[in-house]
């Protein structure tokens, strides 16, 4: 008995003394910018890594000029209270170096303009959690990574386990109101309880290879002088954001987000193969989150839109339905449903700013490998000219159009609408012989090739004999 209460004083002691040296975030104002470097310094010897950051997300946290209309909205409604707690992902240099607030920037340094840099993310040598950027940073002499044999003769280099980890990158993905708790951004945490953490599959491992959906290496140096390895991660760090990446002019980093979009979900198509004219026609879609290790869409979700545009039309070209079509202004016309979440402000209203909510109205984002479906009902006019294509095409945008014109006038930003994936079948008259239904159900475009190849064939044919 005397043995196990002197078992239970040390582990006492053990846990008081482990919670009076846990380490805290570094606080605004701790530090000075001047305590950084700049990435002038760092493309000396990392010209190829910092090529990759220049121009991304990342890179522009802070200019985003979404961000920044968002930003000086949230600003204003609250008073000021979510000046610090936005910065702290969007610009953390200023804010532990106490140069935000104010909210204009007006006390920002260059280096703190950069967002989230090189020595920023390689000084983090440590973290209190995540969410809500609880990160602890050393600003110095020695860099953070991933490699516990690095050398450098410019500064010292160690090992830090947490940037081998979606931890690292759940610090700012993953964020709570600072105010009443609502979770705003919950990547991190679907990505904690998905299959992809149980398997082992980091952010780092879709987010930072040449791989988009799964690991794959990229074989290299991680600076000049330094020694090849199996593999170096990428800095692009590319998530879906051909919006704004289009408006900074960073069209290879546009093009990458696209490449992402297009490989995060996949469809499915069940409908009749044959329809008589006078009745109505049902077609399932069903939509697989098949590539993202989070929900989709992902972020500030409640200004992300997915949705489905189903199309029916005959072969004499006539539109015989259309679901989720955007008219000549951006607004979505019909669509079954819109894939996001929808946040309420303190009245029970639906709100997009994240800054105002206190609740969750609805929330029908598609998880990491779920599966969901939609059924779209049409009629087929008696004058129907067969064979008739259904077409159903998965889009994406970052925000509604209404929204960026309103914050940046009519006319100014057209946000892309993003086909991240489609699939098409083709529905028969019941009169044809069963023989003659060549063309391919559930085979996307297979028409148009069909037709190419021959008009290729004849091509060949008349040059050879023109030859002859």
Request: proline share 5%; hydrophobic share 35%.
């Amino acid at each position: 008995m005397k043995h196990v209460s002197i078992f239970i004083l040390i582990a006492v002691i053990m846990l008081l003394l482990g919670c009076a040296n846990a380490a805290e975030p570094t606080a605004s104002g701790e530090l000075s910018s001047s305590d950084f470097t700049g990435t002038d310094r760092c493309i000396q010897c990392h010209a190829i890594i910092h090529s990759q950051w220049d121009g991304t997300m990342h890179s522009n946290a802070y200019t985003d000029p979404f961000y920044l209309k968002e930003f000086e909205t949230a600003s204003q409604d609250t008073d000021g209270l979510i000046d610090s707690f936005c910065s702290r992902c969007h610009t953390p240099i200023g804010v532990v170096s106490g140069e935000i607030p104010p909210a204009d920037g007006s006390r920002l340094s260059g280096i703190a303009k950069d967002g989230v840099q090189c020595d920023f993310c390689h000084t983090v040598s440590g973290s209190n959690g995540t969410g809500n950027a609880p990160f602890i940073v050393t600003p110095g002499d020695t860099k953070w990574g991933p490699f516990n044999d690095s050398r450098s003769a410019y500064h010292d280099s160690e090992y830090l386990d947490l940037h081998t980890k979606s931890e690292f990158c759940g610090m700012c993905h993953e964020v709570s109101h600072p105010v009443n708790g609502l979770l705003i951004d919950d990547t991190y945490p679907v990505w904690k309880n998905s299959t992809y953490a149980q398997e082992g599959v980091t952010c780092q491992d879709c987010h930072m290879t040449p791989g988009i959906t799964e690991f794959e290496a990229n074989p290299g140096r991680s600076g000049s002088g330094a020694p090849k390895r199996d593999h170096i991660s990428l800095h692009s760090t590319v998530g879906g954001n051909a919006f704004v990446t289009g408006i900074l002019g960073a069209d290879d980093v546009k093009k990458m987000a696209i490449e992402r979009l297009e490989k995060a979900a996949t469809l499915d198509m069940s409908s009749p193969e044959t329809a008589h004219t006078g009745e109505d026609v049902t077609v399932e879609v069903s939509i697989t989150n098949s590539g993202a290790g989070h929900n989709i869409p992902t972020g500030v979700s409640e200004i992300r839109q997915i949705w489905l545009e189903v199309r029916v039309t005959d072969a004499g070209g006539r539109e015989i339905y259309n679901a989720g079509r955007t008219d000549n202004k951006g607004g979505i016309i019909s669509a079954l449903k819109i894939y996001n979440n929808v946040l309420g402000d303190d009245q029970g209203d639906p709100t997009l700013s994240f800054w105002l909510a206190d609740r969750v109205l609805s929330d029908n984002r598609i998880g990491p490998k779920e599966t969901v479906s939609e059924e779209h009902t049409f009629f087929m006019p008696e004058n129907t000219v067969y064979p008739v294509t259904v077409d159903a095409i998965l889009k994406y945008r970052s925000a509604p159009q209404e929204l960026i014109d309103h914050l940046f006038g009519e006319g100014v930003h057209e946000v892309p609408v993003i086909d991240m994936a489609e699939i098409s079948n083709v529905i028969y008259d019941p009169g044809s012989p069963p023989g003659s239904r060549t063309e391919s159900r559930s085979s996307p475009g297979f028409t148009i090739f069909i037709a190419v190849a021959l008009l290729l064939i004849i091509y060949v044919l008349k040059n050879n004999k023109k030859g002859g």
